[in-house]
């Protein structure tokens, strides 16, 4: 089976710092990870995507996310916070064998001016 | 090309009643699921379409919710007798055939049983 914790359901940054959201897995076999973005009233939008290939991970609006085999752990990162980053945050999970995203309880992020 | 769309967005109905919610997939895509948030948790998954036939519905909660998906286009998933329980919001999604394949989510309904 699969699954996903999301450390720290809310985390606060000052605009312009850097971001990091946190994010492990627990897999059997070798998983395909994703992170999702939900602004307020709306769907989630998919930020990036991991599938075996590079193990660092570029996505939209300057976030990125490294697949740590050893650590179990795919977090996101991005450099310096904008205020328009602010959201909810998901971590999710698949595997070659699956056809069921399990999805993480999510990470608020708030930006501080 | 045009999203995913669900109907609709907010509905409140009382204990008891019924409820009918609409997805439309992004066209071509086969698969579609729906998911269910239930305040502060995490985002569960409740059934798996491929085209019109049901793949996985290991997610459903119990037998008063019913999913279709009518000629492998749009699906609905009804609520009958909705409890309180069953708030939260519903999220359907869509993807291409293969299962790395990322999913394409809708702004989901938001379900207030009352």
């Known amino acids: 089976a699969q699954s996903v914790t999301q450390l720290g359901s809310h985390v606060s940054v000052s605009e312009g710092a850097l971001v990091l959201l946190r994010c492990n897995y627990s897999?059997?076999?070798?998983?395909?990870l994703f992170w999702y973005v939900q602004y307020p009233n709306q769907g989630l939008q998919l930020l990036l995507k991991?599938?075996?290939?590079?193990?660092l991970v570029k996505g939209i609006n300057g976030f990125e996310a490294e697949f740590k085999k050893s650590e179990t752990s795919f977090h996101l990162t991005k450099p310096s916070a904008h205020m328009s980053d602010a959201a909810e945050y998901f971590c999710a999970v698949i595997t070659n064998t699956g056809n069921q995203f399990y999805f993480g309880t999510g990470t608020s992020l708030t930006v501080i001016p | 090309e045009a999203g995913v769309t669900q109907f609709p967005s907010h509905s409140v109905i009382e204990k008891g009643q019924t409820v009918t919610l609409r997805c439309d997939p992004i066209s071509g895509h086969d698969n579609l699921y729906w998911y269910r948030r239930v305040m502060g948790k995490e985002i569960k998954f409740l059934l798996h379409f491929v085209k019109e036939s049901k793949q996985d519905e290991s997610g459903m909660p119990n037998n008063r919710f019913l999913a279709e998906r009518t000629g492998g286009t749009y699906s609905t998933l009804k609520v009958q007798p909705a409890e309180l329980e069953d708030s939260g919001v519903y999220f359907c999604a869509s993807s291409q055939g293969y299962n790395n394949s990322p999913l394409h989510f809708g702004n989901g309904t938001r379900l207030t049983v009352t």
């Open positions: 897999s059997s076999v070798p998983p395909y």
């Open positions: 991991y599938t075996s290939a590079a193990t």
